[in-house]
């Protein structure tokens, strides 16, 4: 950028310095960014449809309709028909409605478990980072315990402690092997913010400790735990489905889920590759979308690509 | 009784498996009400830790502060923590070198001014706000109404670090650390902040603690100036008197490396030979004796004992006669 500048970007830079905000210089890059545009489409048509998709699904997802097409003994499942595009599943229900439906699943457990990691994970590392001598030290050998273990096996592990398994199980077990990341990360900002010349000036002025940790140190430290947050969306999405592949998601399975529609049709994947194909391909590119998203998110708030 | 009397103010520094290192080595100095006190010397003399030392910034662990540092009469290295808080920003306000870096990034000027209020004066947001608008005006920020809700990147250099020092004064304290407030400003704002500080310290009577390894910036601010090397006051005098005759061969070195206009053209500037790194501990004579052309025998033998001289107090064995041209020329 400090090469061949534009004139246009100069009369940017101009506008920019006269009175706009950090967020709004990195919406201003974000615009322009094709990667950006199509993870957010992708995430806004994934965030439309499935709050919308108790109205807009054409059939009820746990009615099995289809059933007398359903012949077990010559595996058969009903093709798809008039009024049902993508024909029915192993328990003859609207194969599309449970698609539709089960996006909703999917944001409920990536959002749920991403607050929760992310609540965890600043409390962390507020605490390490703010507070440092032995109660950081106890904090991140807890944290580095938790990243040593593959974070999949970690969350298996958590998800199989419940004796009755939930959606709400599900989140938890994902959400908690999200809280490293996160205090790892906010820690780290916040030991740069300690040693930061706006801390040591606000120390100078007297301002109290709380106020500096919560209005100096915390702020400055956030956006790249932001930026994480949605790629971690995707890990948590993806996580998700595969503890519901597992067999450790909502055993109800008449609130259709990706991961666990994944799981049903193991056995007959060879002859019905497409109820597999259809909620692998959606769970792609939800993730995708999230990590695009992420991706580009953290390119535009990075300082060093700032003027 | 002074507002300010720093007596024996010395800071050492300790790693674990590591030499102590005495960077402020037994410093003494007094700041009157309204007074300007000029800490001179170049990178690592102490000058900085000592700014840092009086307002109970150092690390509590790694630093050893001793000695006394009394304002109005107590003394500030023997406060709680909490008691402390409550004076900085009250009692004792500092203004740091780089006005970008010593302001928030993320929180708009108006805040940071308020802040500053709300905490010590107790002021309601909304009677803070009216406040810290006039203290823009008074430090010539032009439109405070509208700096007030802008971010710190969105002011040029020179309005930082008026801001800076808007922040600093906005609670009236008695003194006024400056730690090289324009080291970060070109020329011109230099001398606009320069003037800007001195008309303050006049109006407010504040005292002002000028920390600087820029002597013009004394030339033009200071009534004291105490010259530190190596941790210690080697010279100090009235400014007028250090100007006119410096007797410390470092103080002399520094005036000799300043170009003058009254120069012959062509003549070339005379550096103070070495570097920092060449001082030898006071333990053993002078700090500087490696690097001074006056040096005796007795330097490196004898740690100089401070002098008074006629109201300037003096730590070198062979002094600069009065009348000594610049030190001879060091062939580089």
Redesign the interface.
């Given at each position: 950028m400090a090469l061949g500048v534009t004139k246009k970007e100069k009369i940017d830079g101009l506008a920019e310095s006269a009175g706009v905000s950090l967020a709004a210089s990195a919406w201003k890059r974000l615009r322009r960014s094709p990667v950006f545009l199509i993870g957010a489409v992708i995430i806004g048509i994934f965030v439309v449809l499935s709050l919308l998709s108790p109205w807009l699904a054409p059939h009820n997802p746990s009615d099995p309709m289809l059933i007398g097409q359903v012949v077990k003994a010559r595996n058969e499942i009903p093709p798809p028909q008039p009024g049902h595009p993508l024909g029915g599943d192993l328990q003859g229900r609207d194969f599309f409605s449970r698609l539709l439906v089960g996006s909703q699943q999917t944001l409920v457990v990536g959002v749920g478990a991403t607050l929760i990691g992310l609540t965890g994970g600043l409390i962390l590392g507020t605490l390490a980072g703010a507070i440092g001598g032995w109660v950081d030290s106890v904090v991140m050998r807890i944290v580095d315990v938790m990243l040593s273990l593959p974070s999949l096996l970690l969350a298996f592990s958590i998800a199989a402690m419940f004796a009755k398994p939930s959606q709400f199980t599900v989140i938890l077990a994902v959400a908690i092997v999200q809280i490293p990341v996160f205090a790892r990360l906010l820690r780290g900002s916040m030991l740069a913010q300690r040693h930061s010349d706006h801390v040591l000036a606000a120390t100078a002025l007297g301002v109290k400790r709380g106020s500096i940790v919560f209005r100096h140190m915390l702020p400055n430290s956030l956006s790249p735990v932001i930026v994480q947050s949605t790629l971690v969306l995707a890990t948590a999405i993806i996580e998700a489905a595969a503890l519901s592949f597992l067999g450790l998601g909502n055993p109800d399975d008449r609130i259709p889920e990706w991961g666990q529609m994944l799981g049903d049709v193991q056995n007959v994947f060879d002859t019905h590759p497409q109820l597999a194909a259809w909620p692998a391909v959606c769970i792609i590119i939800v993730a995708l979308g999230f990590t695009l998203m992420g991706e580009t998110l953290r390119e535009a708030l990075d300082p060093k690509n700032r003027r | 009784m002074a507002l300010l009397e720093v007596r024996d103010l010395t800071v050492v520094f300790q790693r674990r498996g590591e030499e102590p290192f005495r960077a402020v080595d037994g410093v003494s100095f007094d700041v009157e009400p309204g007074q300007t006190v000029g800490l001179v010397g170049e990178s690592g003399c102490g000058k900085s830790v000592t700014s840092l030392a009086i307002?109970g910034?150092l690390p509590k662990r790694g630093a050893k502060v001793t000695g006394t540092v009394k304002y109005d009469g107590t003394d500030l290295l023997k406060l709680s923590d909490k008691e402390m808080?409550?004076?900085?920003?009250?009692d004792l306000?500092?203004v740091?070198q780089?006005p970008l870096?010593?302001?928030?990034?993320?929180?708009p000027i108006g805040l940071q001014v308020t802040?500053?209020l709300e905490?010590?004066r107790g002021m309601p947001r909304k009677e803070a706000m009216i406040e810290a608008k006039d203290l823009l005006d008074k430090v010539g920020i032009p439109d405070p109404n509208r700096r007030l809700k802008?971010?710190p990147?969105?002011l040029s250099g020179g309005m930082r670090q008026r801001a800076?020092i808007a922040?600093?004064l906005a609670c009236r304290p008695k003194l006024l650390i400056a730690d090289e407030p324009t080291t970060a400003l070109d020329v011109t704002i230099q001398a606009q902040i320069l003037t800007l500080m001195k008309e303050l310290v006049q109006d407010l009577g504040t005292a002002l603690v000028m920390i600087t390894h820029d002597l013009g910036v004394v030339a033009g601010l200071c009534d004291e100036v105490n010259v530190l090397y190596g941790g210690k006051v080697v010279e100090k005098a009235m400014r007028h008197k250090l100007f006119a005759e410096p007797r410390h061969p470092y103080t002399h070195g520094l005036l000799a490396s300043i170009p003058r206009l009254d120069a012959a053209p062509g003549e070339k500037l005379t550096p103070i030979k070495g570097s920092v790194a060449d001082n030898i501990p006071w333990a053993q004579g002078c700090a500087f004796a490696p690097r001074c052309p006056n040096a005796l025998d007795v330097c490196v033998q004898v740690t100089p004992a401070e002098e008074d001289q006629l109201g300037r107090l003096l730590r070198c064995h062979n002094p600069v006669v009065p009348g000594t041209p610049a030190a001879e020329e060091v062939p580089v």
């Open positions: - | 307002m910034l808080r409550d004076r900085r920003g009250r306000g500092m740091f780089d870096s010593s302001l928030n990034p993320v929180v802040e500053v905490r010590h802008e971010y990147h969105q800076l922040i600093a």
